[in-house]
């Protein structure tokens, strides 16, 4: 196979780029050094690992775990992990059988009664749900998408505690977008370059930033790029390439991930989809993130290091609602 550009290896296997440098970060796979190419580039080798590293993530195994696995080139470490997932998927197996046998039990109670809800007054059928509470049902105390948190009433990925309702307050912002090979690498070091050259976290010690993928990645075009904004201060105007934006601001849901854990993107607007008090108000149809936003945390410092994606790296995930009428 011929050397992959990091933008040809997002597309091929459907991931982003910015995981892919996330990987990189954790020793799982390194590009290789071609002077041909401007940007990172990848041999057979580091496309068959990648390969590998998806498969085990389809399989629900944790990224420490695949780090072992191909590390050490052990089989066991793989059958020790496999038995582990194995064993976590039976239990959720068992769980949701379990579940569905008294909903059934449920259904069939609710219609002998008829049209009269007399669930909770139902001694027999409280007296079900306390044997499967203790008995059949053996929760685990996981973050994972099939958690059910001891039997309560949460069906969504991320519970309420997971989740904070905040207010951005509306705002001008220095804005850069670009689009090629590794946009997010490359908005992120032009603005954090105008960041420090302009004094900005001491000109506005409450600056936030702000960034979104546009257009998204794998859309009808192939194509990827990526969107920053970091908050101005009243009159502040931006040099080119920059350009100054307003922001509305607004309601929105947030869920802090550390960096890489992007997945949980699905959890959060399955959170939104299913909240009772608050809707989504962006729109489906935006050519770039819906109006979903990634917010770095702890910037003002973070700009100042060697390093300000690296280790300890936390993103808020943003997805902008509205109460319900």
């Known amino acids: 196979m011929e050397i992959q550009t990091i933008s040809q290896l997002s597309r091929l296997f459907g991931i982003s780029t910015r995981t892919l440098r996330y990987y990189e970060q954790i020793g799982l796979i390194s590009p290789v ?3 041909s190419f401007a940007y990172r580039a990848y041999d057979a080798d580091s496309v068959l690992r990648l390969r590998q590293i998806i498969v ?3 399989l629900r195994i944790p990224l420490k775990q695949i780090s ?3 590390q050490s080139g052990d089989a066991q470490y793989a059958i020790d992990a496999f038995e582990k997932n194995l064993s976590e998927i039976e239990d959720e197996i ?3 059988s379990a579940i569905r046998d008294v909903i059934k039990v449920f259904i069939e109670r609710l219609n002998i009664q008829g049209a009269k809800l007399a669930l909770l007054d139902d001694e027999s059928l409280l007296e079900v749900v306390d044997s499967l509470t203790v008995s059949k049902i053996r929760f685990k105390e996981e973050k ?3 958690d059910f948190n001891m039997a309560a009433d949460k069906l969504n990925k991320l519970a309420d505690k997971d989740v904070r309702i905040i207010y951005l307050p509306p705002s001008d912002v220095a804005a850069y977008q670009y689009e090629g090979d590794e946009p997010e690498r490359h908005v992120s070091e032009v603005m954090n370059n105008f960041v420090l050259e ?3 976290t001491r000109i506005k010690p409450d600056l936030r930033h702000y960034g979104f993928n546009a257009p998204n990645p794998y859309d009808e075009t192939g194509a990827h790029g990526y969107e920053m904004w970091v908050t101005l201060p009243d009159g502040m105007d931006v040099p080119a390439p920059l350009i100054k934006k307003h922001f509305d601001g607004g309601l929105y849901a947030a869920h802090m991930i550390p960096f ?3 997945e949980e993107w699905q959890w959060l607007n399955e959170w939104v989809r299913n909240n009772a008090k608050y809707e989504y108000s962006g729109d489906w149809n935006g050519v770039n993130m819906f109006g979903w936003l990634e917010e770095s945390l702890n910037y003002i410092n973070r700009v ?4 300000p994606e690296g280790d300890g790296f936390q993103l808020d995930l943003l997805i902008p609602i509205r109460e319900k009428q």
Request: aromatic share 4%; net charge neutral.
């Open 33 to 35: 050094k071609k002077d």
């Open 56 to 58: 085990l993530r389809k």
């Open 68 to 70: 072992e696995i191909l």
């Open 94 to 96: 068992t769980a949701l």
């Open 144 to 146: 994972t998408m099939g």
């Open 198 to 200: 302009s004094d900005l």
């Open 260 to 262: 890489g854990a992007f």
């Open 304 to 307: 100042h290091m060697p390093e």
